[in-house]
């Protein structure tokens, strides 16, 4: 894993940093959408798609944007991508469309796009930032269908629509409402804290020195600041 950079990108997304589990990220459309498992990998492979062309289109452009433009280009990119994304899911899968509802368009202020093309598009090239588009996207999509599927099993008995528990179940309808997410989330925090695992609310399990964003956006070492050092460097 260590000799193949590009395997290494895929890996870091859906384990050693996956944006929701370890970074805490992108936590809104989390429990927005993950009423269902279907839901979960909808909107998990609109922002995968999302995340693979932006990093590999702002890394392409990474030598060309000025610097003092430099959110707004990448704003405009991942909003342009965006849209191309809500039209075709509207046009092809509309019932899935439909229950996504607004958190389609809302994926141009998804936090993780924009970090990604902070933190690593801007300062690779476009075949690796292509790579840890779909390693962080697909991390994200893991995240969300685990976190949907849980949902649905305890909240209407089913997975992706298919009936599993028995028919005498009596489904927990508060796990497929608005607290239910809340509650499987904390869980899930509380227990990575509990088995000592990488996450952004236990500190002492990541190494800040190997992450390239830790989930503490108010301290962040690859800000603007630190971007606008490296540049100077780089000359």
Known sequence: ????????????????????????????????????????LGMGLAATAVLVFSNIIISALRNIIPDKVRLPAEIVIVASLVTVCDML???????????????????????????????????????????????????FAIALVLIGGFREILGAGTIFGFRIMPQGYTPISIFILAPGAFLVYAMLTALQNKLKLPCATNGDAIDPDHVMCDGNCTMCRMGAGSYKTEKKEEA
């Open 1 to 40: 894993m260590k000799n193949n950079k590009y395997l290494e990108r895929i890996y870091n997304g859906v384990w050693k940093e996956n944006p929701l589990f370890v970074l805490l990220l992108g936590t809104c459309p989390t429990l927005a959408v993950t009423t269902s498992a279907t839901n979960g």
């Open 89 to 139: 899911m509207e046009a092809f899968v509309p019932d899935l469309y439909e229950s996504l509802g607004i958190f389609i368009p809302l994926i141009v202020v998804n936090c993780i796009i924009l970090g990604r093309a902070e933190s690593y598009a801007l300062k690779h090239n476009p075949i690796l930032s292509m790579f840890d588009g779909l390693g962080m996207g697909l991390g």
